[in-house]
Nanobody
Framework: QVQLVESGGGLVQAGGSLRLSCAAS????????MAWYRQAPGKQRDMVAS???????EYTNSVKGRFTISRDNAKNTVYLQMSSLKPEDTAVYYC?????????????WGQGTQITVSS
């Protein structure tokens, strides 16, 4: 079992910046992938950014050049640095982790943190 706890959400004006943190209860260096998802009201949950065990990153097109995902294995923490925020970035942001143990895949989610970007 892995617990993921997000922090860093809040209210920010358009053009501003925020950094989200996701603290994991187990080593993130053993995770196949860590990611950030978001879900706006009435919409599905979509992947925003991901980082693999090898450090490869992917971003959804709408955040490329504005968001950066990173991790600190020593702190078992994944970050999402967000800049040039737009009102359309308003959503609940969820941390996600995928682990593989003994050939079985396990997925874990944090409880979510609200980001509200005002225009």
């Amino acid at each position: 079992q892995v617990q993921l706890v997000e922090s860093g959400g809040g209210l920010v004006q358009a053009g501003g910046s925020l950094r989200l943190s996701c603290a994991a209860s187990r080593s993130i260096s053993s995770a196949n992938a860590m990611a950030w998802y978001r879900q706006a009201p009435g919409k599905q949950r979509d992947m925003v950014a991901s980082i693999t065990r090898s450090g490869s990153t992917e971003y959804t097109n709408s955040v490329k050049g504005r968001f950066t995902i990173s991790r600190d294995n020593a702190k078992n923490t994944v970050y999402l640095q967000m800049s040039s925020l737009k009102p359309e970035d308003t959503a609940v942001y969820y941390c996600y982790g995928r682990y593989v143990w003994f050939g079985s895949e396990y997925e874990y989610w944090g409880q979510g943190t609200q980001i509200t970007v005002s225009s």
